[in-house]
């Protein structure tokens, strides 16, 4: 008992100089103070996903948004204000969707544990559990305790999020300023495995790849003369075509298989062929337990960005505003 105490307060007192910071995540946080909270949002999910087969993209793409500016702290699920543009009018928020969903599940949380459970761990709950309850499959483990932020800025969306044209070189860079690992971005892009891209952030690999109408030659010719008779040109805005092609409605390991044809969607998907390393770790993923093995980890490590915890931020009410 005496021992306890004093492990308790050693923590303590780490916590205070600092020491405890950022991995203060943990399993089932809301144990105590809301202990249905993490059933309400399965129970919630269950119940949009069969009307949006779409969500699970829709939803682990918003999280991973989320994470890139500012760390996951919901900042991706604020509106924009009278004297503030947000992240969620940047321009690559573009397709992003199912912010009612989280607003729903919110609503639900509020009626049972009012200002307790963060709109950040909602989101980090909703993608994984959209995966799961669609792909009728365990997923990854959630750890919780995030607080919410109060600044979401659209500039730095832009700023803070990879592009689909970027090299190698430029994709590592962006994964390296969160702390991530070339591992980590090369098991990450395989969440390319479900939902859709627009022609126009692609299209210049099929019409004018350096400038003289010319196709990228890195893309597997039979895939895109199948992308020419789907995008109508450099700057199509509307059609979108599945980033797996045939496959993208299974959350499977399929992307590697693809991208190894040369299929890869975006110049950021084939730029992971471009060097011996990132070759080797999509050799390695295209067995379907490495990749949900790794992908678990690496969602973990995406989830867990600069994360407000302990009394920094706040519990918002509502996703969409910060609290008055
Ligand atoms: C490595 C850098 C990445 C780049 C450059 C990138 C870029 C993109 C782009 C341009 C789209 C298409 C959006 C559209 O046209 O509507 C997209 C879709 C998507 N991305 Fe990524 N992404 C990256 C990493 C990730 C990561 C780390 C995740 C999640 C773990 C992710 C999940 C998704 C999902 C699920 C979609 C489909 C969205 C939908 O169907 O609406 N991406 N990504
Ligand atoms: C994305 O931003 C544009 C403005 O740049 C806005 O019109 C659009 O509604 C936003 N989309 C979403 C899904 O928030
Ligand atoms: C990647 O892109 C950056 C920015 O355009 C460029 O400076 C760099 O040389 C490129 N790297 C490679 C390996 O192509
Ligand atoms: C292709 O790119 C070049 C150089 O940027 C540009 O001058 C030309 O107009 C583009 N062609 C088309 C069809 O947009
Ligand atoms: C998708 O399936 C069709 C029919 O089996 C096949 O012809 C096509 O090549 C596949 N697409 C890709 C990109 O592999």
């Not at 409605?249 to 062929?273: E, H, P, W």
Request: charged share 20%.
């Amino acid at each position: 008992m005496k021992m306890r105490f004093f492990l308790v307060a050693c923590l303590a007192v780490f916590c205070i100089l600092g020491v405890c910071q950022g991995g203060n995540l943990r399993k089932k946080f809301y144990k105590k103070t809301c202990p249905q909270a993490e059933e309400i949002v399965r129970t919630k999910i269950q119940e949009h996903v069969s009307a949006r087969p779409d969500l699970p993209a829709k939803l682990i793409r918003m999280h991973f948004h989320d994470c890139f500016v500012r760390g996951c702290d919901g900042s991706v699920l604020l509106d924009s204000t009278a004297t503030n543009t947000a992240e969620k009018d940047s321009i690559p928020n573009l397709s992003l969707a199912g912010f009612d969903v989280i607003d729903d599940i919110k609503e639900a949380l509020e009626a049972k544990c009012p200002g307790t459970v963060s709109c950040a761990d909602i989101l980090a709950l909703a993608a994984r559990d959209t995966v799961s309850v669609k792909f009728n499959k365990p997923t990854w483990e959630v750890l919780t305790g995030r607080r919410d932020g109060t600044v979401s800025i659209s500039g730095e969306a832009l700023a803070n999020l990879p592009a689909p044209f970027f090299n190698f070189t430029q994709l590592k860079e962006s994964f390296a300023s969160k702390g991530l690992t070339v591992h980590d971005l090369v098991v990450l892009s395989g969440a390319h495995t479900i939902g859709i891209g627009h022609c126009n952030l692609f299209s210049n690999r099929l019409f004018n790849f350096t400038g003289k109408g010319d196709q990228d030659p890195s893309l597997n010719p039979t895939y895109a003369n199948f992308l020419k008779t789907k995008c109508q040109g450099l700057s199509d805005t509307t059609t979108t075509v599945e980033m797996d092609p045939n496959s993208s409605n299974t959350f499977d390991s399929d992307y590697y298989s693809i991208l190894r044809q040369n299929k890869g969607l975006f110049q950021s998907d084939a730029a992971l062929l471009t060097t011996k390393i990132s070759r080797n770790i999509v050799n390695e993923l295209v067995n379907q337990n490495k990749f949900f093995t790794e992908f678990g980890q690496s969602m973990k490590r995406m989830g867990a960005i600069e994360v407000l915890t302990g009394s920094a931020g706040e519990i918002r009410k509502k996703c969409s505003v910060v609290n008055s």
